[in-house]
């Protein structure tokens, strides 16, 4: 697709403000959890965007550790730059990188981590190539991707919320990247544990949910696009805040743990 969402400095805050949401801070509880990472441990995380979840695995690797994080995007270098370090945790270094050329030497890292980024990805093959050079042979590999076919978003007008999120998707290279994501793991030649899903679910309107922070990304990007004018989008998300108790929001992201084999 050409559209693809470009994170510049305003875009980048808002996907910093969605992931700064409980709903988000838990998903990176669980994926930190299944992780599991040890003390020492070298850690890339390839689309590191605002450095939240690199920073929170620089302190569970701690300062034996090493944490590496890369993005095409200055904006997201620069908010993750910025980004606090807590004492006894590993170093952090940011470099600008692409998933499909990451700027560090064969056998670099015990753990690759990308959380909410192959889905932008034109060309997945290359990317876990590039994920599996950089790991050591029995290193692990975490993916996480939405499905947005797994969406419920309750409206008073349902074909305009499907007529919307049709227009949204377009912001993906492949928003259904999960379903097909474990064969085209195994064909990278990595070994794969049951994929986990993790829900997000928001139930009643309250603007500092995943959500509620969604709503003016979503409004910010389909602006312009296919027809939609700013009437329209903000028609759309009024319906949505004034529902009430009768909001309700679903959407899955899968989890894919895999290992490079020894
Ligand atoms: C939705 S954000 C996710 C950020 C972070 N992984 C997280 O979960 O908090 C997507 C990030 O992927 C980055 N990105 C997009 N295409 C990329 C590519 N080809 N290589 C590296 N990063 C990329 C974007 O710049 C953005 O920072």
Redesign the pocket.
């Known amino acids: 697709m050409t559209a693809m969402l470009e994170?510049d400095d305003e875009a980048a805050r808002q996907?910093e403000a969605v992931?700064l949401t409980t709903d988000v801070v838990q998903q990176r509880q669980e994926v930190l959890r299944l992780l599991a990472l040890t003390p020492g441990e070298a850690v890339l995380?390839?689309?590191?965007?605002?450095g939240?979840?690199t920073t929170e695995m620089a302190q569970a690797v701690g300062p034996t550790g090493q944490v590496c994080g890369?993005?095409?995007?200055d904006s997201?270098l620069t908010l993750a730059r910025n980004r606090a370090v807590p004492p006894d945790s590993a170093p952090v270094e940011y470099r600008h990188g692409?998933?499909?050329a990451v700027p560090y030497p064969d056998v670099s890292f015990d753990v690759v981590v990308?959380?909410?980024?192959l889905e932008?990805?034109t060309d997945i093959p290359a990317a876990l190539a590039e994920a599996f050079r950089v790991l050591r042979p029995g290193g692990r590999l975490l993916v996480l991707d939405t499905d947005w076919d797994s969406i419920v978003w309750h409206s008073t007008d349902p074909d305009r919320m499907r007529r919307i999120l049709l227009t949204w998707q377009q912001h993906l290279a492949d928003p259904f990247l999960p379903r097909t994501l474990g064969r085209q793991l195994r064909q990278a030649g990595f070994h794969l544990a049951p994929p986990r899903v993790l829900p997000l679910l928001n139930v009643g309107y309250e603007p500092t949910t995943f959500s509620g922070r969604e709503i003016p990304v979503i409004a910010r990007f389909v602006t312009g696009r296919d027809g939609w004018t700013a009437a329209d989008v903000d028609s759309w998300g009024e319906d949505l805040r004034t529902l009430g108790p009768d909001y309700f929001f679903s959407l899955n992201r899968y989890v894919f743990r895999a290992t490079r084999p020894e």
């Open positions: 994170y996907v992931y995380d390839i689309g590191s965007g605002p939240l979840l890369i993005d095409v995007s997201m692409g998933a499909d990308s959380t909410q980024v932008y990805l």
